[in-house]
């Protein structure tokens, strides 16, 4: 029973949780070899030479230079082999690898959602397959919010306006706590759930049997009908606008000269906020859908803009061809 409640929240679930620990570990290890001297010397000297002891005080000068500089030296060399570890398992955790499975994440007062790219959504649970990476991408509806799961040692800020995205490698299977780490309203105690980490059979197991209306893609595509986007980005569409397909992680020059990488985060602010930045040679006409659609609406439409990403970028339009084929059509003009 307390056995259980541990590994549900201090459990090892993957190895860079174990990494971090062995971190931690260390540095508290070290921290205790440099202060412990200071310390035990403390008292053996407010020992020896308390009041009324009779101990010799004449103090003669006795230097050493090279004591002075090897209790420089030592721990600066120590100090900066913790500084390089920890900066090598920062950088890892910054970089997810390119086959990780991609979850949306949308948070907001009180809840967690989280939506798989076939679609499969669930709420203050998140169900992912052992051995494999998953990557996050996480919006916030309203405050911030922070996504923490103890046993993976990972906790991520969602802040309002941005993506930001967290990735992991859970490999052990099992039951563990996930929960908000930001104070973010009265309900905030609330906010949390489980993770569930599965055998990849399990998972796929548990995918099939999830209902889905749709996947996240196609979710994407009959939305960027409904909202109007087609009407401009369709093919039919008599407004000079760019054409969304093959747009997905290509370098995008702006009105101002400058050139971005359209990511997940270009996509949402082109939406959102479509006069932050201007393709080069379009007009300034797209209407800001910021109090149209909210986050999770906004990631359906990001992974049907990038469910375009191979396409071919055509001169007319996302809707027209499709090789890949099994992808439902845009309806065009409006
Ligand atoms: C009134 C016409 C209009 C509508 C409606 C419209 N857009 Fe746009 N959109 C444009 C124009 C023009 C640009 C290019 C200028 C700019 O960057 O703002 C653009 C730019 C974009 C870009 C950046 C493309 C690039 O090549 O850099 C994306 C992504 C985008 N729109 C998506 C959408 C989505 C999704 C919708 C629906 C929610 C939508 N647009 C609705 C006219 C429109
Ligand atoms: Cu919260």
């Given at each position: 029973?307390?056995?259980?409640?541990?590994?549900?929240?201090?459990?090892?679930?993957?190895?860079?949780?174990?990494?971090?620990?062995?971190?931690?570990?260390?540095?508290?290890?070290?921290?205790?070899?440099?202060?412990?001297?200071?310390?035990?010397?403390?008292?053996?000297?407010?020992?020896?030479?308390?009041?009324?002891?009779?101990?010799?005080?004449?103090?003669?000068?006795?230097?050493?230079?090279?004591?002075?500089?090897?209790?420089?030296?030592?721990?600066?060399?120590?100090?900066?082999?913790?500084?390089?570890?920890?900066?090598?398992?920062?950088?890892?955790?910054?970089?997810?690898?390119?086959?990780?499975?991609?979850?949306?994440?949308?948070?907001?007062q009180w809840m967690w959602?989280?939506?798989?790219?076939?679609?499969?959504?669930?709420?203050d649970?998140?169900?992912?397959?052992?051995?494999?990476?998953?990557?996050?991408?996480?919006?916030?509806?309203?405050?911030?919010h922070s996504?923490y799961?103890?046993?993976?040692?990972?906790?991520?800020?969602?802040?309002?306006?941005?993506?930001?995205?967290?990735?992991?490698?859970?490999?052990?299977?099992?039951?563990?706590v996930m929960t908000c780490a930001e104070f973010c309203g009265t309900d905030h105690s609330t906010m949390g759930g489980?993770?569930?980490?599965?055998?990849?059979?399990?998972?796929?197991?548990?995918?099939?049997?999830?209902?889905?209306?749709?996947?996240?893609?196609?979710?994407?595509?009959?939305?960027?009908?409904?909202?109007?986007?087609?009407?401009?980005?369709?093919?039919?569409?008599?407004?000079?606008?760019?054409?969304?397909?093959?747009?997905?992680?290509?370098?995008?020059?702006?009105?101002?000269?400058?050139?971005?990488?359209?990511?997940?985060?270009?996509?949402?602010?082109?939406?959102?906020?479509?006069?932050?930045?201007?393709?080069?040679?379009?007009?300034?006409?797209?209407?800001?859908?910021?109090?149209?659609?909210?986050?999770?609406?906004?990631?359906?439409?990001?992974?049907?803009?990038?469910?375009?990403?191979?396409?071919?970028?055509?001169?007319?339009?996302?809707?027209?061809?499709?090789?890949?084929?099994?992808?439902?059509?845009?309806?065009?003009?409006?």
């Amino acid at each position: 029973m307390i056995g259980d409640l541990f590994t549900r929240w201090a459990g090892e679930a993957s190895a860079h949780a174990g990494q971090v620990d062995l971190l931690v570990l260390g540095f508290t290890l070290l921290v205790a070899a440099l202060s412990l001297p200071v310390f035990v010397l403390m008292v053996v000297f407010a020992l020896r030479y308390r009041r009324g002891r009779a101990a010799n005080r004449r103090h003669p000068i006795n230097r050493n230079v090279w004591i002075e500089v090897s209790w420089a030296i030592i721990p600066f060399v120590l100090i900066v082999v913790f500084f390089v570890w920890a900066t090598s398992l920062y950088v890892d955790i910054y970089h997810p690898p390119d086959d990780a499975i991609d979850i949306q994440v949308e948070a907001k007062q009180w809840m967690w959602k989280f939506q798989h790219p076939g679609g499969q959504r669930e709420i203050d649970e998140l169900h992912v397959p052992a051995g494999q990476p998953v990557r996050l991408t996480m919006a916030s509806q309203d405050v911030i919010h922070s996504l923490y799961v103890p046993a993976l040692r990972l906790k991520r800020d969602v802040v309002p306006g941005r993506y930001v995205s967290m990735w992991f490698t859970a490999d052990k299977p099992g039951d563990y706590v996930m929960t908000c780490a930001e104070f973010c309203g009265t309900d905030h105690s609330t906010m949390g759930g489980r993770l569930v980490v599965m055998a990849p059979a399990d998972y796929a197991r548990w995918l099939a049997e999830t209902d889905v209306d749709r996947s996240l893609a196609a979710q994407g595509a009959a939305l960027f009908r409904r909202a109007g986007c087609s009407g401009c980005h369709g093919a039919a569409a008599t407004v000079h606008a760019p054409p969304l397909a093959g747009l997905y992680g290509r370098p995008v020059p702006l009105d101002d000269g400058s050139v971005v990488t359209a990511d997940d985060q270009y996509i949402r602010d082109s939406i959102l906020l479509p006069q932050a930045q201007i393709a080069a040679g379009y007009p300034r006409i797209m209407p800001t859908f910021r109090n149209i659609l909210d986050e999770a609406q906004v990631l359906q439409l990001v992974a049907y803009i990038k469910s375009l990403a191979n396409d071919p970028p055509s001169s007319q339009s996302p809707a027209d061809d499709h090789p890949a084929g099994g992808r439902p059509p845009v309806e065009q003009g409006r």
